[in-house]
T-cell receptor
């Protein structure tokens, strides 16, 4: 089956530093990857959509300069939280989309990364 | 636009009793509907999906869901709840083409009491 991995699974960083989260599709190529954010006891909110080789599209209210997304290859997308603050503490989940047929797509989720900013 | 509503923040049920977790949706055209489960500090686990065909969809761990087009609902059900079913459940929707990412409901916490 389609497997999506994330690294690290959890990270603690100090306020003001930057943190990079990697998302990899292990056994398939993903032209599109999505990044979600989940606050404690809340739902997953889509942050951005990244297409391989092009700039990410951010959802309304998401700061593109703070959450840098790079999708340099068909199997790797990275999310960098720049100048992190405690309010950025959250569970970040990536998702990879694969073509399942003509005009059809399937979406697979990574295990998530818990970010805690102190 | 696509959206999902899960009207219950929490559902409590006794072990062995049937459970229902409610979900209604809004999407342009015909929907693809999904249920996921999330355990504490873990990622999402896929339970089941409706694409087309039978309105009753069977999934993992004995769960099933019924698609009702007229009521735009996709309620999750299980005939006999287990304590280990206690978790956070998310309903999600997207349009059939899948050009947009899945949109999730707010989640329902299921608590199964022994």
């Amino acid at each position: 089956g389609a497997v999506v991995s994330q690294h690290p699974s959890w990270v603690i960083c100090k306020s003001g530093t930057s943190v990079k989260i990697e998302c990899r599709s292990l056994d398939f190529q993903a032209t599109t990857m999505f990044w979600y954010r989940q606050f404690p006891k809340q739902s997953l909110m889509l942050m951005a959509t990244s297409n391989e080789g092009s700039k990410a599209t951010y959802e309304q209210g998401v700061e593109k300069d703070k959450f840098l997304i790079n999708h340099a290859s068909l199997t790797l997308s990275t999310l960098t939280v720049t100048s992190a603050h405690p309010e950025d503490s959250s569970f970040y989940i990536c998702s990879a989309r694969v073509i399942a047929g003509v005009g059809r797509y399937e979406q697979y989720f990574g295990p998530g990364t818990r970010l805690t900013v102190t | 636009a696509q959206s999902v509503a899960q009207p219950e923040d929490q559902v409590n049920v006794a072990e062995g009793n049937p459970l229902t977790v409610k979900c209604t949706y809004s999407v342009s055209g015909n929907p693809y509907l999904f249920w996921y489960v999330q355990y504490p500090n873990r990622g999402l686990q896929f339970l089941l999906k409706y694409i087309t065909g039978d309105n009753l969809v069977k999934g993992s761990y004995g769960f099933e869901a019924e698609f009702n087009k007229s009521q735009t609902s996709f309620h999750l059900k299980k005939p006999s709840a287990l304590v280990s079913d206690s978790a956070l459940y998310f309903c999600a929707v997207r349009d059939r083409a899948g050009r947009r990412a899945l949109t999730f409901g707010s989640g329902t916490r299921l608590q199964v009491q022994p």
